[in-house]
C-alpha cells in the first residue's frame, strides 16, 4: 500500500509533506480546519486551501456529517498508519501532539458552558480530545492530562458521559502522575468530587471536595473554594435541607465577597436542580423561584424563565401526552433561543435515554431529542410509537 500511496505524496514539496505528516496527530474521524490551521501556524483560508490540494491527491478528504454548519476532514483510509512514523521521524511527534492538546484545552475553556446546540463544533472535537487525553496519559505528562480533563469538565459530565470510566481514570492518572501545581490538583479533586456525587458515593466525594477546598484556599482561588463549598452542600440533599443550606449560604457570601452575582441564582438553582432530578419536586419549588426572582433583578429573563416554569410544573400531573409535549417544546424552544440551560436540559435528556426505570419509548424519546439538541433537524422518529412520533413531530415543525 506504501507504494500506491507514495504517488500522491512524492507530489508534495518538502514543506507540504511535512504538514501533511501533522495530521495524523488527529484521530482518524477527523479534524476542523480551524485545528489544522493552528498545528501549521497559519491563516485558516491558506489551511483551507492546502487540504483542498490534499483532497485532490486523494491525500485527505470531507467528512460528511449530520450537522450542515460542519465543515470537517479526515485523512483517506489507512494513511493515518502511514503518515504517523513520518511524523515520528520528523522529530515532531510530541511537540505536534503537544499543540493540539493546547488547542483543544483554549477551544474548550472559551466554550465552557457552551453546549452541542450552540457549539457544534466543540462537540465534533470529542474524539480528538479523549485521543489526546490518552496520549498525555500514556507520556506522563500530568500538567496538560489536568488542563484537557478540567477545562472540558462540563462537556464531559453532560455530554461525554460514554466516556465517564476514561474521564474518571485520566482524573486519577492526573494525581498518580503527581501533579505539581496546586491550582490544576484541585480543580482535577473536584471533578473526581463530581463524579463521585454523580455516583451516589458520598463519602468519597466529600474526601475529594475536602482536598480540593484545601487546595483552592492555599492559592487564594475563591471563586473556586465558593464551588466546592456548594458542591459539598448537594451531598446533604435531600435528606438534611438545614445543612446544605449551611453550605450554600457560605459559599454565597464568597460569591458575593468577589461580586460574583451570576454564581448566586445559578447555585442556589443548582440545589432546586438537584432536587428536582431526585424527585423532591415541592423541596426544589423554593430554590428555583428564589433563582427567578435574583436572575430577573440582573435582567437574566431567559434564565429566571427557564427557573419560574421548573417551578410552576412541580407537583402537577401531567397526562403522558402532556408530558412528552411539554418535554419536547421545552428542548426546542432551548435549541432555538440558545438558552444557556441548554447543558442542563440536555444532562436531563441524556439520563431519560437510559434510565432503566422509564418506559422504553420514553428512553428513545430522549435519545431522540439529543439528536435534535446535537443539531440534526429532523431526527429519525420510526423507533418512537406512531402516536408518539406524531407529537414529537408536530412540536419541531412548529419550532
Keep these: 500500500m506504501d507504494k500506491i500511496f507514495d504517488i500522491s505524496y512524492l507530489d508534495l514539496s518538502a514543506d507540504d509533506r511535512e504538514k501533511f505528516h501533522m495530521l495524523s496527530a488527529f484521530h482518524p474521524t ?69 499543540s493540539l492538546a493546547q488547542w483543544l484545552v483554549e477551544l474548550f475553556n472559551d466554550h465552557y458552558t457552551d453546549d452541542i446546540s450552540t457549539a457544534p463544533h466543540v462537540a465534533a472535537e470529542r474524539d480528538n480530545l479523549l485521543h489526546a487525553c490518552e496520549w498525555a496519559r500514556g507520556e506522563k505528562q500530568a500538567d496538560i492530562l489536568a488542563l484537557l480533563t478540567t477545562k472540558a469538565r462540563n462537556w464531559f459530565y453532560v455530554f461525554f458521559t460514554d466516556a465517564w470510566v476514561q474521564w474518571f481514570a485520566w482524573l486519577e492518572a492526573c494525581l498518580q502522575l503527581d501533579l505539581t501545581d496546586n491550582g490544576l490538583k484541585a480543580n482535577v479533586l473536584q471533578a473526581i468530587g463530581d463524579v463521585q456525587q454523580f455516583r451516589d458515593d458520598r463519602d468519597a466525594a466529600l474526601d475529594s471536595y475536602n482536598e480540593a477546598l484545601k487546595l483552592f484556599k492555599a492559592v487564594g482561588d475563591k471563586l473556586g473554594e465558593a464551588n466546592v463549598i456548594s458542591s459539598q452542600g448537594q451531598l446533604f440533599l435531600p435528606d438534611d435541607l438545614e445543612k446544605a443550606n449551611e453550605f450554600l449560604n457560605t459559599a454565597i457570601q464568597i460569591y458575593q465577597q468577589i461580586g460574583d452575582r451570576y454564581s448566586v441564582p445559578a447555585q ?18 423554593p430554590y428555583f423561584i428564589q433563582a427567578a426572582d435574583l436572575f430577573e433583578k440582573m435582567g437574566l429573563m431567559d434564565y429566571a424563565g427557564r427557573h419560574r416554569q421548573a417551578a410552576d410544573a412541580n407537583g402537577k400531573e401531567l397526562s403522558e401526552e402532556e408530558q412528552i409535549t411539554q418535554l419536547t417544546l421545552t428542548v426546542v424552544r432551548a435549541v432555538r433561543d440558545k438558552s444557556d440551560d441548554a447543558p442542563r436540559l440536555f444532562e436531563l435528556i441524556s439520563k431519560l435515554s437510559v434510565d432503566p426505570n422509564s418506559p422504553p419509548h420514553f428512553q428513545e424519546l430522549g435519545n431522540v431529542l439529543k439528536k435534535y439538541m446535537s443539531g440534526i433537524k429532523n431526527p429519525e422518529l420510526s423507533r418512537l410509537p406512531k402516536e408518539i412520533a406524531e407529537i414529537v413531530q408536530k412540536v419541531i415543525q412548529k419550532g
Design 30 to 98: 477527523g479534524f476542523s480546519v480551524e485545528a489544522v490551521a493552528s498545528l501549521w501556524n497559519g491563516e485558516t483560508s491558506l489551511a483551507r486551501s492546502l487540504l483542498s490540494r490534499f483532497i485532490n491527491l486523494s491525500l485527505v478528504k470531507f467528512v460528511e456529517t449530520e450537522n450542515e454548519r460542519l465543515e470537517r476532514y479526515r485523512l483517506h483510509d489507512l494513511l493515518d498508519e502511514y503518515t504517523t512514523p513520518k511524523l515520528k521521524a520528523d522529530g515532531k511527534y510530541n511537540e505536534t501532539k503537544t
Design 268 to 285: 442556589i438553582g443548582n440545589y432546586g436542580w438537584k432536587l428536582f432530578r431526585l424527585g423532591e419536586h415541592e423541596k426544589a419549588k
